[in-house]
């Protein structure tokens, strides 16, 4: 095992108890969303996440027994609910011809339908009934909606009591979903719209600190040291002399850690959107050198993120290189949780990629990730993985997480990290 994942698990199999209630604690001050996911690194010194999702497709990569604790969660936390809903629709994104997110959607919705309750989908920009077809050829029908005063509902007349949001809102707050009576989870308002990367780490930097003060821990161990920089603008090359030094500055504070951890690599960074997701707007960099001399075609990749929205606020973020492999390709894990808590996995690959990079780019695939539940050697012939780590993944994602639970918006001036 890696010294990350030594450390982890002693810690785990020393003070499991202690770490359950402190995660219990932070969990009662201020609740997970509905599901999310959470994309690590691991380096071998170190295990961090690099994003957060609020909105997570993938429901397809995971394993049989995940899916059973996914639906076991989902249907504890309708139970819970003021008034457990009878009727749930879920609203994707406008992927119709992407055949993998259809797949995802497809056992996301069999999921929910497991619970219990009754299941439709419907779609935000369609004015037809649409019946498309998943990459396994499952079927799916996504339904035009409508509003009855402060009630959504679909043109069939379908009314939910609970609306579950699958769509991560880039382009803007959907009209149609505003001021409804009907709970919409999570909120389009942590959208990517208005959503920052940057505070999700300013968030995830608090809980980690803390983290690390009560149980002995580097908090460096576990997170990357980021900047934030806005406003840019990469087509008239505005703003990019604040970007060079927040390159600067991580590298420099990356250099002392590795110096204080006996790490012999040469640090680098990945400069990326403080919005959105998709692999979009993003670019690796190993000096500040490197944004002050970029070219047009550099410039136009990193100006414009998913469905078209510009990108003029970015976050440069500490590279981890991966250690992870599938098969001998690279690899990173993700994790998904169900009310905070994790319930399985996959990885991340890809063959055209190397060990420093963006694996989330043209050429990713995804394999399973075996767990706790799975990791005999039945799971060993599945798939070829580097080491099977899902409890000591999952604590770090369940910090990423929480950290989600503590995002802040509207007007905060969440300043620099460094």
């Not at 785990?12 to 604690?25: C, F, M, T």
């Not at 996301?108 to 497991?114: D, K, N, P, T, Y």
């Not at 040291?225 to 970007?243: A, D, L, P, W, Y």
């Not at 990713?364 to 799975?374: L, P, T, Y």
Request: glycine residues 8%; aromatic residues 8%; proline residues 5%.
């Amino acid at each position: 095992m890696s010294a990350i994942i030594t450390q982890l698990d002693a810690l785990l199999q020393k003070r499991r108890p202690d770490i359950e209630n402190w995660l219990h604690e932070k969990r009662t001050e201020n609740p997970p969303y509905f599901y999310s996911s959470v994309d690590l690194r691991h380096s071998g010194p170190k295990l961090a996440p690099v994003d957060t999702n609020l909105f997570p497709a993938g429901f397809n990569n995971l394993s049989p027994a995940a899916c059973v604790r996914a639906r076991r969660l989902m249907e504890s936390r309708f139970s819970e609910m003021p008034i457990p809903p009878k009727r749930v629709l879920i609203i994707p994104e406008n992927h119709t011809r992407n055949l993998a997110y259809l797949e995802n959607l497809a056992v996301l919705s069999e999921l929910v339908a497991q619970t219990g309750v009754e299941v439709q989908i419907g779609n935000l920009t369609t004015t037809e009934t649409l019946s498309l077809t998943s990459m396994t050829g499952k079927p799916i029908t996504e339904l035009a909606l409508k509003r009855d005063g402060n009630t959504l509902q679909t043109e069939s007349g379908f009314t939910p009591d609970f609306i579950l949001l699958n769509n991560d809102c880039t382009s803007g707050a959907p009209q149609i979903l505003r001021g409804l009576t009907q709970p919409v989870e999570p909120s389009y308002r942590v959208g990517w719209y208005r959503r920052r990367k940057s505070e999700h780490f300013r968030a995830y930097e608090q809980i980690v600190r803390g983290f690390g003060e009560i149980f002995g821990f580097d908090p460096w161990l576990i997170s990357a040291v980021f900047h934030r920089c806005g406003v840019v603008n990469f087509s008239e090359q505005k703003g990019i002399e604040c970007v060079a030094l927040g390159v600067e500055k991580v590298l420099h504070t990356t250099r002392r850690k590795y110096e204080e951890h006996g790490i012999t690599e040469t640090p680098y960074a990945f400069v990326k959107a403080d919005s959105g997701t998709y692999g979009m707007g993003i670019m690796t960099v190993r000096s500040g050198d490197e944004l002050l001399e970029l070219n047009k075609k550099t410039r136009n990749k990193m100006k414009v993120i998913k469905e078209g929205a510009q990108n003029t606020e970015v976050i440069i973020q500490e590279g981890i290189p991966t250690i992870d492999q599938v098969e001998g390709v690279v690899a990173e894990p993700m994790i998904y949780l169900v009310d905070g808590v994790p319930v399985g996995g996959a990885f991340r690959i890809n063959n055209e990629r190397d060990a420093l990079s963006n694996l989330n780019a043209a050429g990713m695939r995804f394999a399973g990730m075996c767990d706790q539940a799975e990791c005999g050697d039945e799971a060993k012939d599945k798939v070829q993985v580097t080491e099977c780590n899902f409890c000591v993944f999952g604590l770090v994602a369940t910090l990423a997480t929480l950290a989600a639970s503590r995002e802040v918006y509207g007007g905060l001036d969440i300043g620099f990290s460094i």
